[in-house]
């Protein structure tokens, strides 16, 4: 077992996955957390093939008492954490007058409330730590352009994202220097789930990409482990954009 222990919500597939891997390989114990049972399993296999202690919890982030539980039992397990990648999100396709309030409130849930949960559970145990912790929160390219051109992706989400990185200047202010809090803003990242709207457009998209390709969770995880282990860092309170440079929104 490493010394180093990160927590990655939505990580069982996708940017989480990733993400996972990637810390695996820079020396992190690993807690995956996410609602997708088999997805979990099979990611945490992957995983332990590294050689990486992994413990895996099927949990909605947005359950504050839950995200309380699984910290406890997860500092008792592993000693510490010392990472936290606020990743798990959903994106909400809706427009203004076609979207409930129901669903407003589980699309701020998921992407915004999520990151309270989980940074309020975690902080205290970082705290104790000899050197803090670090926190990186994801938030998205539509945080900054506005959700407004994919069917995937619409002004709730993007208010979401927007929070994300209020919430992560306000918390590097409030907990630095021991803990450091980043964002992220990834521009279209192509997963394994099948997206049908990068599927049937991924042309037309990739011709506003001046890189000329959509991004890959790799591409992601570069960034995200770079933020959790670099030495000396003087960088908090930060959102970085990862999108090739995506000039047409
Ligand atoms: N893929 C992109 O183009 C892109 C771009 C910008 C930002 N993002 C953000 O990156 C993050 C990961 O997205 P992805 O593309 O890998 O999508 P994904 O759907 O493949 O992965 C998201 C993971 O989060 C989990 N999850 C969702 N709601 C949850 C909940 N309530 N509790 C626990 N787990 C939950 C899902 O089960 C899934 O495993 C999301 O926050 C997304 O908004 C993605």
């Given at each position: 077992m490493s010394q180093r222990t990160a927590i990655v919500t939505?990580?069982?597939?996708?940017i989480g996955r990733g993400c996972a891997h990637d810390l695996a390989k820079a020396g992190f114990n690993l807690v995956l957390v996410d609602l997708l049972e088999d997805n979990l399993a099979a990611t945490a296999t992957e995983i332990r093939q590294l050689g990486t202690a992994v413990s895996t919890y099927v949990a909605d982030v947005s359950d504050h008492t839950l995200a309380q539980t699984i910290v406890a039992e997860v500092t008792e397990h592993?000693?510490?954490?010392n990472f936290l990648f606020n990743n798990a999100g959903r994106a909400m396709p809706k427009g203004l007058l076609e979207i409930s309030e129901a669903e407003w409130d589980s699309t701020i849930d998921i992407n915004l409330k999520s990151c309270f949960n989980w940074c309020r559970a975690v902080v205290p145990f970082m705290l104790e730590n000899e050197n803090g912790g670090r926190i990186v929160n994801m938030s998205s390219i539509n945080a900054l352009s506005?959700?407004?051109?994919?069917?995937?992706?619409k002004f709730c989400y993007a208010a979401a994202k927007a929070g994300i990185l209020g919430l992560t200047r306000s918390l590097a202010k409030e907990l630095g220097p021991s803990i450091f809090v980043n964002a992220i803003c990834p521009g279209l990242i192509k997963t394994e789930r099948p997206n049908a709207v990068i599927r049937a457009r991924e042309d037309e998209l990739v011709s506003g990409i001046v890189l000329n390709r959509v991004g890959t969770p790799s591409d992601v995880a570069q960034l995200v482990t770079f933020l959790a282990t670099t030495e000396p860092c003087f960088i908090t309170g930060q959102h970085f954009i990862i999108d090739g440079f995506q000039w047409k929104l």
């Open positions: 939505g990580g069982a597939r996708g592993f000693g510490q954490i506005g959700g407004v051109t994919s069917a995937v992706s």
